[in-house]
């Protein structure tokens, strides 16, 4: 992920962003490296859930939002959708 693409819609730690398939269902997703909005190169992970493509082929799109660059999506609980490695940050590794 280049996320200098996408810097006027990110706040500074990319907290402000969730991943969601075509029904709208939010996918839950973490940041392995370099979660920063300066960050040119930075590998996030997407679980697809139920939505996994079948081994026979298939496409599926997935959408990343953004929220109003104030919100805080990450968080350390179980029902969070967005967290961080948890070398990154003891606040929101997962």
């Known amino acids: 992920m280049n996320w200098g693409t ?33 960050a040119t190169s930075s590998t996030v992970w997407v679980n697809l859930g139920p939505d ?16 109003s660059t104030s919100t805080n999506n990450m968080g350390n609980s179980g029902t969070s959708v967005w967290g961080e490695a948890p070398q990154l940050s003891t606040t929101y590794g997962q």
């Open 52 to 67: 996994t493509v079948a081994a026979g082929g298939g496409t599926l799109t997935v959408y990343m939002g953004f929220l």
């Open 6 to 38: 996408y810097s006027t819609y990110l706040n500074s730690g990319v907290s402000n962003i969730e991943f969601f398939d075509s029904s709208g269902t939010i996918l839950n997703g973490w940041c392995e490296s370099s979660c920063s909005s300066a």
